[in-house]
């Protein structure tokens, strides 16, 4: 059974730079099949897709934050990462790692498996 | 960006009631849209893909219909852990979800 887990800190000052990583735990990112995605919700808001990333370390951002917005993927680790920089308070969020699975003829298809969430506040 | 409008926001039904939310996409998506639940505090739970699959594991009593630019969702008896917020998500082109709908106990 595939699990996902965010880790980072719950607290960035303004201006600064977020850091989350997702660690996959029952399965391979490089197996293929699927992109890693990142999504956050804010408080009592629904939900926005920040980019996903292939195995390849292929991306897709966004274009509301793609200047913004670095993924990356560490496959020795089983990981794949969120890099937002100059963070403000409405980066205040609920940030997820999901699982995008993907349909071979035509692409991501939906949202499989996601993390618990982490609570990230940007406040100095 | 494609914009995703689901109506009703908020829906107030009783255990064993038939609910149907919808969701509105601004273009076409063929039937690339995916339904989720979300409970307060938790991630949110695919139920359904493809507009109209049910995803393993998820009550048949959910069921997803539709195509192009109208979509719904349908909770044919409702049961008390089916008290969430439900959003529907295209997938036509790079993800956008719809604001959500609120069921909740009347």
């Known amino acids: 059974q595939v699990q996902l887990q965010e880790s980072g800190p719950g607290l960035v000052k303004p201006s600064q730079t977020l850091s989350l990583t997702c660690t996959v735990s029952g399965g391979s990112i490089s197996s293929g099949g699927y992109y890693w995605s990142w999504i956050r919700q804010h408080p009592g808001k629904g939900l926005e897709w920040i980019g996903y990333?292939?195995?390849?370390?292929?991306?897709y951002y966004n274009p509301s934050l793609k200047s913004r917005v670095t993924i990356s993927v560490d496959t020795s680790k089983n990981q794949f990462s969120l890099k937002l920089s100059s963070v403000t308070a409405a980066d205040t969020a609920v940030y997820y790692c999901?699982?995008?699975?993907?349909?071979?003829?035509?692409?991501?298809?939906?949202?499989?498996?996601w993390g618990q969430g982490t609570m990230v506040t940007v406040s100095s | 960006d494609i914009q995703m409008t689901q109506s009703p926001s908020s829906v107030s039904a009783s255990v064993g009631d038939r609910v149907t939310i919808t969701c509105r996409a601004s273009q076409g998506i063929s039937s690339w849209l995916a339904w989720y639940q979300q409970k307060p505090g938790k991630a949110p739970k695919l139920l359904i893909y493809?507009?109209?699959s049910l995803q393993s594991g998820v009550p048949s009593r959910f069921s997803g219909s539709g195509s192009g630019t109208d979509f719904t969702l349908t909770i044919s008896s409702l049961q008390p852990e089916d008290f969430a917020t439900y959003y529907c998500?295209?997938?036509?082109?790079?993800?956008?979800f719809g604001g959500g709908t609120k069921v909740e106990i009347k």
């Open positions: 990333i292939y195995y390849s370390g292929s991306t």
């Open positions: 999901a699982r995008d699975y993907l349909d071979s003829r035509r692409g991501p298809v939906a949202f499989d498996i």
């Open positions: 998500q295209q997938a036509n082109s790079f993800p956008t």
């Open positions: 493809a507009a109209s």
